[in-house]
């Protein structure tokens, strides 16, 4: 569950969801984009899990806290900064393999797979954190997708992205500072 809400919230304050959206603009086979934006986030979020499991063993449970404070510190920080306008891949390749490109490329490195891994190094089922932050990320970006950039644009993003960079940092904080024993 937990993964599932840091996914809604890092991807609400993503260039992933505006990506998505133009590639729901470009292609209107919605379903074959929407289904590659399921893979591309499933791997994303995979890769994440398995980092979090790889480093979970040599960390104590206090590190493991401390990597999940600083990942949503930093989610919450990068929120707070307005998104630049994603770039999409020009091929002729068609909907399916262009959208799991663009947003494979867009999500490795990004805040929702930082918060994934912090998440899998923590539980007891790493694969969980990968399959919450997977359907968090799709309640973002599935709505992009068929809503269009035109909508989504039209959206209050400011306003919404610095709600959610507050509340990830206030919550970040809540767990280095917890991690530190100093709350």
């Not at 630049?84 to 399916?96: I, W």
């Not at 999500?107 to 694969?127: C, E, H, N, V, Y």
């Amino acid at each position: 569950m937990a993964a599932f809400v840091g996914a809604i919230l890092c991807q609400a304050s993503d260039r992933s969801a505006w990506l998505a959206a133009m590639l729901g603009d470009r292609y209107p086979k919605h379903g074959q984009v929407i289904i590659a934006a399921a893979l591309a986030l499933a791997i994303g979020n995979g890769v994440g899990a398995v980092g979090g499991m790889l480093i979970a063993p040599i960390m104590t449970p206090n590190a493991r806290a401390l990597l999940l404070g600083l990942a949503l510190v930093s989610a919450g920080v990068a929120a707070l900064f307005r998104a630049k306008p994603p770039a999409t891949l020009r091929t002729g390749a068609g909907a399916f393999l262009t959208a799991l490109i663009c947003l494979l490329a867009i999500s490795m490195g990004d805040k929702t797979q930082f918060l994934t891994a912090a998440l899998a190094a923590r539980a007891p089922i790493p694969a969980l954190a990968a399959i919450g932050a997977t359907l968090g990320s799709l309640v973002v970006i599935i709505p992009a997708i068929l809503a269009g950039e035109s909508r989504y644009r039209s959206l209050p993003h400011r306003p919404v992205r610095i709600t959610i960079g507050l509340v990830l940092m206030v919550t970040g904080l809540i767990f280095a500072l917890g991690a530190m024993r100093l709350i």
